[in-house]
């Protein structure tokens, strides 16, 4: 049976397409996005994390962790990441939730009947359920089963992707979607691979491809100040969409800097330069400029 | 919409009034007692005598520049009391001068009234002695330990709204009514006849003493206008003179003429007796509109005098604190408002949409006034237009809590439901927090709320309170011997039982007290069918009769339940006796099982059916043992889930309970998951809610936070419409939004001079958040904020 790992699933999600939405977050992503706000989306396996302000200093984990990585250091308890095998015997006793794992396994069969608990509010605002990561395409085969299970009960469908994929494998994924929301982060290719690790070339293609095949698609720029949102940024942005003669949407998100905790939790760093969300008069000002090439732009989803 | 200077003045004079606890009321009412020796007369003629004297003789005052004239006390903001009722001691006196939160002035000279003439002669005569006196031992020790309370030992019962007879009929057409009732009466069958004399002949007493009053301001209004230098302002106080002089005694004719009618009798309801909730104009706007209509047509009315009007009237609300209340009442309802409640929108009585140009203008006007008080509810049918409802989403996403919202297509099967015809339950809807109940055609008293959770702890000690140790319940049995889980739950269903038995024989006393003692026959007059039947609304003249008892901490309660199911009888995790002994030390030392207890159970309000189901056992159990049975009134009880602040009140009275719940914490309130329990978004909470009946209740009250952000554009507002819209689909009775942050609560926590304007949803109002006690601001924020995602 197809199983995949999901990191959340989230309902009343109203920033991922159209209506009131539940939102399935699949994990692993093959970019690196430095001011990725879900750091637990990245990696394709589960993961550790662990919430400080919930722990009691109880003490049970320690014992708990067939692996000796739990030490106790200044009434704190401290996991060795390198000894630690994810195995979850330290969350199974952890009753304040301080210790969690991310990445559940799931079967599509799961994941839908957890979507359809909300069929009444997707009926009543015309809503429903959208795919996202991590990138979503990373599962390929778990992606098409939910997106055909979803199909199947008649649900509106949404794939939030980074566009970093094969078009062989959208192909595949095209016949059960209603809507594509694409991101596109940096027009510079030598400043995308400097802040996404990867190349925008394929993100590019595949952005044409889709077009090309008359498939709805709303564009997602992310507004990370002093990175991707020059005048001159804009202007390349809103030449290259406008070009390419088919894209419904422009949505304007901008980046906050709330994430830098959930790096911690996972015991990382968050190191992307930026830091302060853009203000709304920056945002409105790129809403206008790319307005210019006419092309619908909104601020949030 | 601005406002304009005299509202701007009329607004903040009413602001700075100081609430102050006023004599003369009880002063009046008691030299009319002293002197006429009730016993001459009948109960209801002496009811009616007495009003008639209070409103001859109040203070009355125009105040400059306003348009809609009166006052209930001698002033604004001063609130009278009703010493028949409940007579205040001179501690109370001080408590309520001195105390931090919602306090009332109280002067010297008014303590020594008191003292001199108030006290003395009330004394053992109050309805609230008697009552207590009259109350059996086991009602006493349920209602000090906190197992229910009783909401008509300080004020009457009331609890009602008007329907629109009194824009078809003045005074003098009620008087005629009621001259055919007398002349119908047939004494020579009628074993009743003469008391329906007595209480026909009581009734018109009240309409002339109406008319009486207006005509007072009539003159009043003259002689200012004879000296008022400002032709402008004499113009207005010869219309205020004209308009009185016009109304009540006749029907209105324009949109002035109703506004000031209507209010002539809110002050003449609440002279009379001090009912709970004051008393409410029902749909207001589907009354004005006729006028309205009417008088932009003749050109004799413009949209913006209009809406003038309508703030003018806000004001008159704003102007009326709460009767300060006494005891364990003033803890469960500290608050200055006085539950006045406007439904807004709706469906007419043809089951068309009600909606019209005055419902809008009155969600204007709600934005532009910002008050506490009145308590504006908007009504959401099926056939309610899209536009109407984004408009009162806009509105609410102001962050007052208001105004909130009702499923009038639900409302109207409640009441259907309990017997009513299709016509009278349209044209009913709801009032205090979240009552249901027909316009001008029932007496829906509140009897006082229950607690649910209070009853499981009793059932976990056999029947004995473990805060006091007294036995109050029957041995059920030693839960530590229950092998099964439905055993438990059968000795909480007898103790449930037991209890509400007895609160029932309680109300039985207090109505047939009230009946007899303390009619109310100008409320009466207001009331179908009271006049044609020549009875007094609290002896069921009223055409439909409930008496509701209103179930608290159903999220609690649900948690509770639900934690010992899955973790003593399913799991096994830990031994009843454990779990008993962990409860009475307050979970000391036991923190780990505490948060097994809060984060492996599964919770109420996540849609999981595991707890949901235990929900619904509970609301189920808690209706049979209420729903149907009989009053004294010749009708039923029903149940409400709405706590007021109840929730707050009895969580103090209860130990730790199985939920994780530490002691005195306050309990879940209305239909709402337990603070903070909630972890799936606003949806799975509507999810769970709803798989309640609440076709069966008179009215649920469901409470939820959103981030503001989640409504800051178009396009969320739209979603924040259909999440409300789905809501009702899925037969929601009611919801009511804060939308505040935390950040902005625990700011105004801090710094309370610098947010003094904040105004959170409590209950089924909304209320300034730093006049909350602490432990409400505390709960409040506890409560989940739903995020943006």
Known sequence: ?301 | MEKSTRISELQSRSRAAQPTLDPERAQLLTRFYMENAPREYSSPKIRALTFSYLLENKTISIAENELIVGEKGSRPKAAPTYPELCCHTLTDLQILDQREKIPFRVDEQTTQIYQDEIIPFWKDKSLREIIFREMSKEWIAAYQAGVFTEFMEQRSPGHTVLDDKIYHKGMLDFRNDIQRSLEDLDFNNDQDAPAKKEQLEAMEITAQALINFSKRYVEMARKLAQKEKDPDRKKELEQIARICDRVPENKPRTFHEALQYYWFVHLGVTVELNPWDAFCPGHLDQHLQPFYELELEQGTLTEAQAEELLQCLWIKFENQPAPPKVGVTAHESSTYTDFVQLNIGGVKHDGTDGVNPISYMMLDVIETMRQVQPNPSVHISEVTPDEFLVRAAQVIREGMGKPDLFNSDMVVEEMVGMGKTLEDARQGGTSGCVETGAFGKEAYILTGYFNLPKVLEITLSNGIDPRTGKQLGPKTGNPREFKTFMELFDAYCQQLAFFINIKIEGNHTIERIYAEQMPAPFLSLLTDDCVSRGKDYHGGGARYDTSYIQGVGLGTMTDALTALKVQVYEEKNLSMAELLDTLENNFQQKEELRQMLLNRTPRYGNDDDRADDVMVLVFNAYLDAVDGRPNTRGGTYRVNMLPTTCHVYFGSMVNATPDGRLSGKPLSEGISPVQGADRKGPTAVLKSVSKMDQRRTGGTLLNQKLNPRVVETPQGLKKFTQLIRAYFKLGGHHIQFNIVDRETLLAAQADPDSYRNLIVRVAGYSDYFCDLTEALQEEIITRTEHQVF
């Open chain 1, 1 to 301: 049976m197809i199983t995949g790992y999901i990191f959340d699933i989230k309902r009343f999600s109203i920033h991922d397409g159209p209506g009131i939405r539940t939102t399935v977050f699949l994990k692993g992503c093959p970019l690196s996005c430095q001011w990725c706000h879900n750091p637990e989306s990245q990696k394709s396996t589960p993961e550790l994390i662990f919430h400080p302000h919930r722990c009691i200093q109880c003490g049970t984990c320690l014992p708990a962790c067939p692996n000796n990585a739990i030490s106790k250091k200044n009434n704190s308890y401290l996991t060795n990441r390198d000894l630690c095998r994810i195995c979850g015997a330290c969350v199974d006793v952890c009753y304040p939730d301080a210790r969690e794992i991310v990445g559940r396994k799931l079967t599509p069969a799961e994941v839908v009947e957890e979507v359809l608990k909300d069929q009444v509010f997707y009926d009543q605002s015309n809503g429903g359920v959208t795919y996202s990561g991590g990138e979503p395409l990373h599962q390929l085969e778990f992606l098409k089963e939910c997106l055909r299970k979803s199909k199947e009960k008649d649900l509106h469908t949404a794939l939030d992707t980074s566009g970093y994929a094969l078009w062989e494998d959208f192909l595949e994924l095209l016949p059960y979607i209603d809507l594509v929301l694409y991101d596109v982060k940096i027009m510079d290719n030598q400043l995308h691979q400097k802040y996404t690790g990867v190349d925008i070339h394929l993100v590019k293609e595949n952005l044409t491809c889709l077009v090309d095949s008359g498939k709805k698609v709303f564009v997602r720029y992310p507004v990370l100040p002093g990175v991707n949102d020059s005048r001159e940024q804009i202007q390349n942005l809103g030449a290259y969409l406008s070009g390419l003669k088919g894209i419904s949407r422009v949505d304007l998100l901008p980046y906050h800097a709330m994430s830098a905790e959930k790096y911690s939790r996972l015991g990382r760093q968050f190191n992307f330069g930026s830091n302060h969300a853009p203000r709304i008069d920056e945002l409105q000002k790129i809403e206008k400029q790319l307005g210019r090439f006419g092309l619908e732009v909104s601020i949030g989803g």
